[in-house]
């Protein structure tokens, strides 16, 4: 579809528009980036709605300053109605979703003439389910119930006072619509073993035939999904739709335009997604838990129904698949090369180029069928439960029995499905085994772009934790997808009627080739950077400080206690940032007695109350210091007086016994290339880069980052780490 004069004079007087209505100035960069995603998303051709140009993706990166927001709608908005295709925003993070969908997307239709309705996306286990919580204070109020087995999978409760007063203040300000249901609107964090209690998932949701149908949460937020132009939605939800075969909770992606900002997180997101995991001593446990909830389920199926019998197929696949785990745990624990040393319980052993021991490989299988069968016998029981809500037929199990133990029986199957995926993926053949005559994946649809030709993906990272606590021990098995590339360019950029990628930090060292090849993009994707409108050289410093150790050295931990108070002298508001916890609260617990009441760390209290409380204290004309690991170099916003001095410990180098990483690196030696130039040192300086993006958050700010890793001029790399960084003002010791 070619822009029309129509669309871009629309676009044009939005723009216009939104500027006059804020009163705020053109900014080059976002007209750039306003300009190259029109273009773009014109570019693509169709023929009846269906895309006919090969797949592409628009990638910009545009760093903090640029308005990538304001950007993005206003160039695809218009382009989007006119194709008649949903604008699908994805973002990375609750609240940046939250932003757009309670300030950005209000704002610009406030202030243009442009006509667009939206609507919020979220994963169903973010609202909550009015029958579990009303479960759960049935439960608190009878004690253990027969009737109520809701909770049994829940665990022993705590005795924690207030606990049933705090679910009857969540179902009081839902009943009076002070709440909507959205766990992140309630006022405070709500822990994540309290938040179970009162959620559900898709297994265990009875529907339309649950008599809170007409007030749930989850289905009252979905309403107008059908209706609305714009949906935004999360990385996370994105890829659960697309693992359903896309289109089952967004948009189909060939009816789609995505915008994905925070970008760069999307290839790990992807891995996290498609990752599986199995620990065999807790699925043992789950097991006799199956067992428990079946036989407090036997009395309300009449004997010799389709039902009774379905229970006594789960309990016959249930012990199955019980010794075939204890097979796997004595294997894996007696022929594993476990390294334990005093300070850590924890060993992990991977298995290179992710080839298992053959003894281990035909246990993998046996339990894949196993498994396999409980999974099909749990899902028959869940069907057998759910035609009971049909009360047009009869049926030979009651209604209040299918209400009472459908989310418990749907809730066994899911965790059995998980479990399966890890048997399917350790059962997957490898690039090896197929070289040596063995058959491809499973998953034919897993092809990466045709026109890479010859690309042949690594194999998948397969590793065993084993874990020891005081009283148990257990060992937990993994498998992940070393690159994203293929899932990515199957389920997405081969299906999407188009897609835009932006994010502050998308280049490794000045060049996409780490996001081309992670994100499996098109080969006809188009790149822009959008130069920043910030005047680095005025406005900071960057500094290299004179140092007697390199970290790589025992006494460096020293050198930074004796250092970093002269640094932070003089200094209002500073972060420091560790790439080691231990190293931090090491660090910390040596300066803490001399500079009482100075120093924060994000171990301290939630996230949140750490920066309100450095804030305060700023606020008071205090100095404070906050010190924090990587969750704390991209993740916080400070602008103005709250930050002005950055002081960055160490390069942050990746840990050298992450598998996924270790099989990455394994596979592009086998290649011919050099792990740490194409891996270790691209990962280094986009969370360099991230980092040194705390201390400029506006035009008006100033500071300086000092770097106190010696590396960054003392080795050929580090030129190529300092040279990716914005042109701050360089002041370097020798």
Known sequence: ????????????????????????????????????????????????????????????????????????????????????????????????????????????????????????????????????????????????????????????????????????????????????????????????????????????????????????????????????????????????????????????????????????????????HFAASVPLNSTRQWLKQLSQALAKMQPYLAPATQAAKTLDRISTASRDVDLVLARVYEEAEQNTGWEFNEERRTAQWRYPEGELPEALSDLAGETRIATANLVRHLGALADELQTAFDERKDHEIDRDTAEAWYPVIGSFHSRSEEQLRLWTAWCEQTGHQQSNGGSDSADDSEQPDPQRTGYKSPAPARWAVKQRWDHAEDITLYSSPVLADNLLYARLWSRAYGAVLTSATLTALGRFDRLRARAGLPESSRYLVVPSSFKYGEMATVEVPAMSTMPTDDAFADELVARLPDLWAGEKATLVLFTSRRQMQQVRDALAPEHPDLIITQDDMAKGEVLRQHCKRVDEGRPSVLFGVASFAEGIDLPGKYLHHVVITRLPFSVPDDPIEASLAEWVTQRGGNPFMEITVPDASIKLVQAVGRLLRTEQDTGRVTILDRRIIARRYGQLLLDALPPFRRVIEY
């Open 1 to 272: 579809m070619a822009l029309t004069d129509e669309i871009k004079q629309e676009i044009q007087q939005g723009y216009r528009d939104v500027l006059a209505g804020k009163d705020i100035r053109a900014r080059y960069g976002q007209r750039l980036m306003i300009a190259e995603i029109a273009r773009y998303m014109g570019d693509i051709t169709d023929n009846d709605g269906q895309r006919t140009s090969p797949p592409s993706t628009c990638v910009v990166e545009a760093g903090t300053g640029t308005g990538k927001t304001l950007a993005y709608l206003i160039a695809a908005i218009p382009v989007a109605r006119a194709l008649g295709k949903t604008l699908v925003i994805s973002t990375a993070t609750v609240a940046l979703q939250d932003q757009i969908v309670l300030k950005d997307l209000p704002d610009l239709r406030k202030h243009s003439k442009m006509d667009f309705n939206w609507t919020l996306a979220k994963g169903r286990g973010r609202y909550l389910c009015m029958s579990r919580l009303e479960a759960r204070l049935h439960d608190e109020g009878n004690g253990d119930s027969d009737t109520m087995p809701l909770f049994l999978l829940d665990g022993p409760q705590g005795e924690e006072p207030g606990t049933r007063a705090f679910f009857e203040e969540m179902l009081a300000s839902y009943g009076s619509r002070d709440w909507d249901g959205d766990r992140d609107h309630w006022p405070e964090q709500i822990p994540d073993d309290v938040w179970r209690q009162v959620t559900t998932d898709h297994r265990q949701c009875t529907n339309r035939h649950c008599s809170y149908f007409d007030s749930c949460a989850f289905f009252d937020a979905r309403k107008d999904l059908d209706d609305a132009d714009i949906v935004v939605a999360n990385h996370d939800l994105v890829l659960a739709d697309l693992a359903l075969g896309g289109g089952a909770i967004l948009p189909e992606p060939e009816n789609a335009l995505f915008i994905f900002d925070e970008a760069h997180h999307l290839p790990d997101k992807a891995l996290n």
